[in-house]
């Protein structure tokens, strides 16, 4: 994370060393609130479903908990997923790979390679699997599983920052999704219809709902952003 920056300083052309540094990573104050905003709202609309389900199971009163907050606070795994990892990873493969790779490649290639890596790069936890119990073949599988869903993550998350360009927007998105987990669809077969039938309309209706405002509701202009989107 913090060698990053190096590489992406020594690497930059000339438009984009004319930008800033910092603008580049998507560290300016211009349109921070908008990014942060339409990240969390984004991504709460993708989650419809999920929201509702654990709302129905009494988890959402669970996590407000202050005591729960405290102890989360204290607990290493828990700093790792929601503070560590986003702010690590976004920092490496939004805010300094991105604007490498947009000197080579459109805007929308760009958003579709830069996942590949970060993908790729969760394939360590295949050995915490195998440490606790997996044998190589399902480690295998599950790792497989987590590459394809994480590099859909950062095809989101990457498309954030070149529309927003704003590091505080995948970061924002990145918490929300570490915070909610995978959807756990198996938990909708447990409830019976009616209740069933509008949890499974809830989930398609959030994805359908997360495609028709992912592009209006990012519309660079809004965020000042007129350095890593180009049609």
Not at 69 to 76: D, F, G, M, S, Y
Not at 95 to 117: D, E, I, K, S, Y
Not at 174 to 199: Q, S, V
Request: hydrophobic share 55%; net charge positive; charged share 10%.
């Amino acid at each position: 994370m913090l060698i990053s920056p190096v590489f992406l300083y020594l690497f930059l052309g000339e438009k984009r060393q004319n930008a800033g540094l910092g603008h580049v990573l998507g560290l300016k104050a211009t349109g921070l609130v908008p990014a942060v905003a339409v990240s969390l709202l984004l991504t709460a609309v993708l989650f419809l479903g999920p929201l509702c389900a654990q709302g129905l199971a009494g988890l959402r009163r669970l996590c407000t908990e202050p005591l729960v907050q405290a102890a989360n606070l204290q607990n290493l795994i828990w700093l790792r997923n929601h503070v560590v990892a986003p702010l690590s990873e976004e920092f490496t493969f939004r805010a300094c790979m991105l604007p490498l790779l947009l000197q080579c490649f459109r805007p929308m290639t760009a958003v579709f390679v830069c996942p590949l890596f970060f993908g790729v790069a969760h394939f360590h936890h295949m050995v915490e699997r195998m440490k606790n119990g997996l044998d190589f073949r399902r480690a295998l599988i599950v790792s497989c599983f987590q590459f394809m869903y994480t590099t859909m993550f950062g095809a989101y998350s990457a498309f954030l920052f070149v529309r927003t360009g704003h590091f505080a927007a995948p970061l924002t998105a990145h918490i929300f999704c570490n915070h909610m987990g995978f959807p756990d669809f198996a938990e909708i077969l447990t409830y019976k219809d009616p209740r069933r039938a509008c949890l499974v309309c809830l989930f398609v209706l959030g994805l359908a709902a997360w495609c028709l405002l992912l592009v209006p509701l990012t519309n660079p202009a809004w965020f000042g952003n007129q350095l890593h989107w180009r049609k």
